[in-house]
């Protein structure tokens, strides 16, 4: 797990289980670079979730191919408080996306109690209508069902996904 460089005055924590990256993610990662000095990609280690479809090594390498075209992002990994990595971070701020006005309800006491313990406030980016319906588990759920997931995660995404399952299934 790496801090955000001692240089960036406004670095940025963009957290998420990434299982896998969608569009919208990057969307969002790239709104928030060219806002933020320094925006760190955090993939969370042992979601209260499901059993992840990818493991970790292949979450973040994915991230990695996917953002290699900005200088300022950089991609790690945390265990247990976000509120925690974000200090020993030097973070300045918490990066969320917004889909739905359902996200917000949810996001809004996990921002309040993420500020409660560690002091950094959370910044929230629209994410864009394009890729509104857009979720991880909605491309893992249609994948699982045969549909082609390439206009939903980024390239680097969709060349793991069909070594996982090479061709999917007709209609
Ligand atoms: O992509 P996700 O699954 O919506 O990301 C959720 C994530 C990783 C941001 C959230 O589960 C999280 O912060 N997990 C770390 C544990 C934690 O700090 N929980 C308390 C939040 S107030």
């Given at each position: ?11 940025a924590i963009y957290p998420g289980?990434f ?6 993610h990057?969307?969002v990662i790239?709104?928030a670079a060219?806002?933020f000095?320094?925006v760190v990609v955090a ?30 992002v ?20 918490i990066v969320k996306g ?27 980016l ?46």
């Amino acid at each position: 797990m790496n801090g955000v460089p001692s240089q960036s005055r406004n670095a940025a924590i963009y957290p998420g289980s990434f299982d896998p990256m969608t569009r919208g993610h990057l969307d969002v990662i790239e709104r928030a670079a060219a806002i933020f000095d320094t925006v760190v990609v955090a993939v969370v280690v042992n979601p209260q979730k499901r059993e992840p479809l990818f493991t970790l090594d292949e979450r973040e390498e994915m991230i990695r191919e996917a953002v290699s075209h900005l200088p300022n992002v950089q991609v790690t990994h945390f265990r247990g408080l976000l509120a925690n990595f974000v200090r020993h971070a030097g973070a300045t701020v918490i990066v969320k996306g917004l889909r739905v006005v359902s996200d917000f309800e949810s996001e809004m006491s996990t921002a309040l109690m993420n500020r409660s313990l560690s002091g950094v406030d959370t910044v929230f980016l629209p994410s864009d209508p394009k890729w509104s319906f857009v979720s991880s588990t909605l491309v893992k759920e249609v994948y699982n069902l045969g549909a082609d997931v390439a206009d939903y995660v980024p390239p680097a995404v969709l060349n793991v996904m069909r070594s996982k399952r090479p061709e999917p299934r007709p209609a």
